[in-house]
């Protein structure tokens, strides 16, 4: 997708979860033909179960979106843009996801 980035996206900017670096929430910027992504906290699953059990008892609304599997482990990203094809976007991002499968 980095190499085929849509013109028609203005700005994106979301949190992102690589599963090498599963411990880290990533944060991915995009303004015009600038783009970063940066580490910025952690995953709470990604803690000793003593940590992640008494941030998750002090804040009880995380478990709404808890995943059995991965925790609290996401993707996040806004696009705003002008005329571009949300299946597009999404068919783009999903393929980066079979491709780092196969990979």
């Given at each position: 997708?980095n ?7 203005i ?6 979860w690589?599963?090498d ?8 910027e995009?303004a015009?033909?600038?783009?970063s992504v ?16 008494e941030?998750?008892?002090n ?7 808890w ?6 482990r996401?993707?996040q ?14 068919s783009a991002?999903?393929?980066?996801l079979?491709?780092?499968a196969?990979?």
């Open positions: 997708m190499e085929n980035y849509p013109k028609s996206l700005r994106a900017k979301g949190y992102i690589f599963s670096a599963d411990q880290d929430v990533q944060l991915f995009q015009g033909r600038n783009s940066m580490e910025v906290s952690y995953w709470v699953d990604a803690l000793v179960d003593e940590q992640k059990n941030i998750l008892a804040n009880p609304d995380m478990k709404e979106n995943d059995e599997e991965f925790g609290d996401e993707n990203i806004v696009f705003i843009g002008k005329g571009y094809d949300q299946k597009e976007i999404k991002l999903e393929k980066c079979d491709e780092k196969i990979a």
